[in-house]
């Protein structure tokens, strides 16, 4: 069973930065994809980034050029620059051993998911 942690959320300002990561308590060479998603009070969860084994990367148009998804053996990254309000949510790390490339943005595509980690920026 794979078990995803994330960690570095938390308070910064209209324009401030942060890298939130996600680590495994397992080895995971086997997931062929992570992804990151983000859900704020009372909206879906949405799609923001996903890389994949062989390192391809998709973004969200709302995300593209301000955040940058990268990996490493066990894993996962989320530099987020030029925060703003619309950024505001609990982020959530996922993964899966599935072949998603056409479905990468559903969060059903991902069996594996973390606890989430906040994230608040403020005016």
């Known amino acids: 069973q794979v078990q995803l942690v994330e960690s570095g959320g938390g308070l910064v300002q209209t324009g401030g930065s942060l890298k939130l990561s996600c680590v495994s308590s397992?080895?995971?060479?086997?997931?062929?994809?992570r992804g990151w998603f983000r859900q704020a009070p009372g909206k879906e969860r949405a799609f923001v980034a996903a890389?994949?084994?062989?390192?391809a990367v998709t973004y969200a148009d709302s995300v593209k050029d301000r955040f940058t998804i990268s990996r490493d053996k066990n894993a996962v990254y989320l530099q987020m620059n030029n925060l703003n309000r619309d950024d505001t949510a609990v982020y959530y790390c996922a993964g899966t051993s599935t072949a998603i490339t056409s479905t990468q943005r559903l969060p059903t595509s991902y069996p594996y998911w973390g606890q989430g980690t906040q994230v608040t920026v403020s005016a």
């Open positions: 890389i994949s084994r062989s390192d």
């Open positions: 397992a080895n995971t060479s086997g997931l062929r994809f």
